[in-house]
């Protein structure tokens, strides 16, 4: 044998030499797969209790509450300085009452249990109304969103009623139910049903196609697809259609209320201006807003307690 291939075969290393040189680059030998877990360390993160956790939202909602907290003391400043020098400038405020004026009466009413009587009456009555034009209107919002023969055959229908105003019900419920008390009720019903009824088609028909066709595939039923699917996907339009249900049922409630009422924040206001008593109605007119404001804060709370994903999305996407 040649002295140069001698010397190769001297020098090309053992195959156990070979293996053991080269490093392991995309395979992980047995021993390494068989060697127990390194220990992970304990997690540093601190449970916050109720109060730092409340405090830690009022901080980060602070600028808005106050932003809003002085946006209703410019109103009332300048609602204390026009009635004070009685502008007049088109609008007139010689006849109206100021905010101490206004004050003073909130102190005067409270004292009687009669104005406690009638804010609670109206809220009976905004609750029950709102309560039943929410099953009915998500229920048939849903089928009608949904099924194409259902929308068919029931949508033009509910177009027809929905133009009427709900103050125009007024003289035909009270000729439908025997009681003056359900008829102020329906009418309530009937100016909240129809804007979560529009709302809730208009969410389930853009439920993203692509997420039915996927629960299909995966061997969904019907029910657990209008359970699971649709009405998450739609309940962002469900709860704007309720908060603007909110908003037209205490119009069509304080409405109701002034025509064929006996008791009721409407009929405190419209009684409070035939005895010509100019700081009850601006109270009723206060209370009024102050009750729809809760109301619809409310459904905004709910809304995002069942939605935690869209305050993730809105505080992602914030524009600062």
Same mark, same amino acid.
């Given at each position: ?12 290393? %053992? ?31 601190? +449970?916050?209790?109720? %109060? ?18 002085? +946006?209703?003391? *410019? ?44 804010? *609670? ?123 603007? &249900? ?17 008791? &009721? ?37 709910? *809304? ?8 993730? &999305? ?7």
């Amino acid at each position: 044998m040649p002295t140069s291939t001698q010397r190769l075969f001297h020098e090309v290393p %053992a195959p156990s030499a070979l293996s053991e040189a080269a490093p392991a680059r995309g395979l992980a030998r047995p021993e390494e797969i068989l060697r127990a877990p390194l220990p992970v360390p304990p997690s540093t993160t601190v +449970a916050l209790s109720p %109060a730092e956790r409340g405090w830690q939202v009022l901080r980060q909602h602070a600028p808005a509450y106050l932003m809003g907290a002085c +946006a209703l003391m *410019g109103i009332v400043l300048f609602w204390h300085l026009a009635t004070t020098y009685r502008l007049d400038f088109y609008i007139r405020f010689s006849n109206i009452p100021t905010p101490m004026e206004v004050l003073s009466k909130v102190a005067e009413v409270n004292s009687s249990p009669k104005f406690i009587k009638n804010v *609670g009456m109206s809220l009976q009555r905004i609750f029950i109304g709102f309560a039943i034009a929410t099953v009915l209107g998500v229920a048939l919002g849903m089928l009608i969103g949904r099924y194409r023969l259902t929308r068919s055959f029931m949508f033009p229908a509910m177009e027809v009623f929905r133009p009427i105003p709900a103050i125009a019900w007024v003289p035909i419920s009270i000729m439908l139910w025997p009681d003056n008390e359900v008829s102020i009720v329906f009418i309530t019903f009937i100016g909240a049903f129809f804007p979560i009824l529009l709302n809730t088609i208009s969410g389930v028909q853009a439920v993203d196609g692509v997420l039915l066709r996927a629960s299909q595939c995966l061997g969904a039923r019907e029910r657990q697809i209008m359970w699971y699917v649709v009405l998450p996907g739609a309940a962002p339009q469900i709860f704007t259609g309720l908060a603007v &249900g909110m908003g037209v049922a205490w119009v069509s409630l304080i409405a109701a209320e002034m025509i064929s009422g006996q008791f &009721g924040i409407g009929y405190f206001t419209w009684e409070a201006y035939s005895l010509i008593s100019y700081p009850e109605i601006v109270l009723g007119m206060i209370t009024i807003g102050v009750l729809g404001l809760l109301c619809s804060g409310l459904i905004r709370f709910v *809304g995002k307690s069942m939605m935690p994903w869209l305050s993730y &999305g809105a505080r992602a996407g914030s524009v600062r």
